[in-house]
Every structure is written in C-alpha cells, then in structure tokens.
Nanobody
Framework: QVQLVESGGGLVQTGGSLRLSCAAS????????MGWYRQAPGKQRELVAT???????RYADSVKGRFTISRDNAKNIMYLQMNTLKPEDSAVYYC?????????WGQGTQVTVSS
C-alpha cells in the first residue's frame, strides 16, 4: 500500500515563500512520476509541477520561475519550493504519484496567500 503525506502548507503574505513536502511510503519504484496539483474553491484541480524518477520536470506556465520541484529518491520525499507567492496561488495542494497502473493522492495541504 502506497501512501503520500503532505506537509508545509500555511498562511503567508503576498511575495512570501513556503516549502511543501510529500513523503511517500510503501513499495516505491523508480519508474514513476510524482507531482503537485492544486485546487482552489470552485475550480478544477490543476497541475502545478511534475518530476519523474529520472529528474525530468514540467511546470504549469503560471508558476514557472517562481516554484521549484525536487525529489530525494533515496528518501522518497518530494518538495515544492514556492517563492514570490500570489493570492491566486491560494489552494489546497495535493501530492500525486503515478506508478505503473496506480494513481495515488495525498490528503492535501492548504496554502493561503494574503494580499
């Protein structure tokens, strides 16, 4: 059973920074894609960034240059460094792992950016 646990969300002012973490437990194979998604009230869940086990990275246009995704394969932890935060970044952020036919989600962590 694979489980994902996010941490690091909170309240920050516009222009501030936060770092999210996602710890994966269970049988994790290197051939996988991990990612961060977010969902604001009344909106669909959207991709923020993904990173493969080999280190290939993709970002949503809205966060390019401000957010940095990374992972520690030895510890099965993924990070999202968020800088220059804007009120429109406020959302519940979810960690995701795609591995073979499995698609696993974390419980989410709230990020609120005050103006």
């Amino acid at each position: 059973q694979v489980q994902l646990v996010e941490s690091g969300g909170g309240l920050v002012q516009t222009g501030g920074s936060l770092r999210l973490s996602c710890a994966a437990s269970g049988s994790i194979y290197r051939i996988n894609v991990m990612g961060w998604y977010r969902q604001a009230p009344g909106k669909q869940r959207e991709l923020v960034a993904t990173i493969t086990g080999g280190g290939d990275i993709r970002y949503a246009d809205s966060v390019k240059g401000r957010f940095t995704i990374s992972r520690d394969n030895a510890k099965n932890i993924m990070y999202l460094q968020m800088n220059t935060l804007k009120p429109e970044d406020s959302a519940v952020y979810y960690c995701n792992l795609q591995m073979f036919s499995r698609n696993v989600w974390g419980q989410g962590t709230q990020v609120t950016v005050s103006s």
